[in-house]
T-cell receptor
Framework: DAGVTQSPTHLIKTRGQQVTLRCSPKSGHDTVSWYQQALGQGPQFIFQYYEEEERQRGNFPDRFSGHQFPNYSSELNVNALLLGDSALYLC?????????????FGPGTRLTVT | KNEVEQSPQNLTAQEGEFITINCSYSVGISALHWLQQHPGGGIVSLFMLSSGKKKHGRLIATINIQEKHSSLHITASHPRDSAVYICAVQETSGSRLTFGEGTQLTVNP
């Protein structure tokens, strides 16, 4: 049973560029949440996707957008990258029907913006 | 003031010591999570609890809903327990998690 997978593992981009990060949820899960973790800090909620729609959103600008596909996998897109976007991006999946939404985390994508 | 606060921020212990990490929160929650993060970033879920106490091996997690407080205990600590331990709450409004800043635990042999 595959857990949550993310790609790529590491990524280096230049200011102003655009980036797409990918997440495949744990088998059987239908909800994907994205978090940003800056160095030395706890993760911050970006948004959550369920049934191919953004269900909740944290305090992130519109430069951060996402998508969920019919197979429940998800993408996180960041436009016009800033140096401050350098962080570990974590994806977590859960099953909406469980109620308490136990979340399983992927290994993360480390984005460096230069 | 953060919605989720952990203490201590850093903790150094000798192998074999009993360790306690505390978490206080200020919002209504449906569940509280304890997570472990090793260098390199991967996060592992240790516990999800909404009341009482859970035990898994040498790890014990407790929660007091009335006091909005949870503790993570590690008995007979070992150097392999060295990691960042993060408390996160799941609010009643949905499944998003709000995280504490984490506690960096170092267990020396």
């Amino acid at each position: 049973d595959a857990g949550v997978t993310q790609s790529p593992t590491h990524l280096i981009k230049t200011r102003g560029q655009q980036v797409t990060l990918r997440c495949s949820p744990k088998s059987g899960h239908d909800t994907v949440s994205w978090y940003q973790q800056a160095l030395g800090q706890g993760p911050q909620f970006i948004f959550q996707y369920y049934e191919e729609e953004e269900r909740q959103r944290g305090n992130f600008p519109d430069r951060f957008s996402g998508h969920q596909f019919p197979n429940y996998s998800s993408e996180l897109n960041v436009n016009a990258l800033l140096l401050g976007d350098s962080a570990l991006y974590l994806c977590a999946s859960s099953l909406a029907g469980q109620g308490r939404y136990e979340q399983y985390f992927g290994p993360g994508t480390r984005l460096t913006v230069t | 003031k953060n919605e989720v606060e952990q203490s201590p921020q850093n903790l150094t212990a000798q192998e074999g010591e009993f360790i306690t990490i505390n978490c206080s929160y200020s919002v209504g929650i449906s569940a509280l999570h304890w997570l472990q993060q090793h260098p390199g970033g991967g996060i592992v879920s240790l516990f999800m609890l909404s009341s009482g106490k859970k035990k898994h091996g040498r790890l014990i997690a407790t929660i007091n809903i009335q006091e909005k407080h949870s503790s993570l205990h590690i008995t007979a600590s070992h150097p392999r327990d060295s990691a960042v331990y993060i408390c996160a709450v799941q609010e009643t409004s949905g499944s998003r998690l709000t995280f504490g800043e984490g506690t960096q635990l170092t267990v020396n042999p």
